[in-house]
């Protein structure tokens, strides 16, 4: 069945750096748009980065252009959030969705990125 499983976050300091890591599985994961989303505590959830399918498009929210960098391995199946200069407004659980085709719309079941000194 499909899976998407992120890993990578936790606990880090302003300033500091994560990289997210999503795993995919049961879907052909070179012809899927991939995008990490995040919804920080009473917010609703909001588009992080998008990348295509081959990896030659990439789109970030304004708030995030220039710290953070989506990119992907086809041969691993995994597309990762490397995140650099973090602030405290980067506290959300993030999650990695799998698009395609129109109808074909999978997700991840998250994982917690916390900004604090």
């Not at 710290?67 to 959300?92: G, P």
């Amino acid at each position: 069945q499909v899976q998407l499983v992120e890993s990578g976050g936790g606990s880090v300091q302003p300033g500091g750096s994560l990289r997210l890591s999503c795993a995919a599985s049961g879907f052909t994961f070179r012809m899927y748009g991939m995008s990490w989303y995040r919804q920080a505590p009473g917010k609703e959830r909001e588009l992080v980065a998008t990348i295509t399918g081959a990896g030659g498009t990439t789109n970030y929210a304004d708030s995030v252009k220039g710290r953070f960098t989506i990119s992907r391995d086809n041969a691993k199946n995994t597309v990762y959030l490397q995140m650099n200069s973090l602030k405290r407004e980067d506290t959300a659980v993030y999650y990695c969705r799998a698009r395609a085709y129109m109808t074909d719309d999978y997700w991840g079941q998250g994982t917690q990125v916390t900004v604090s000194s």
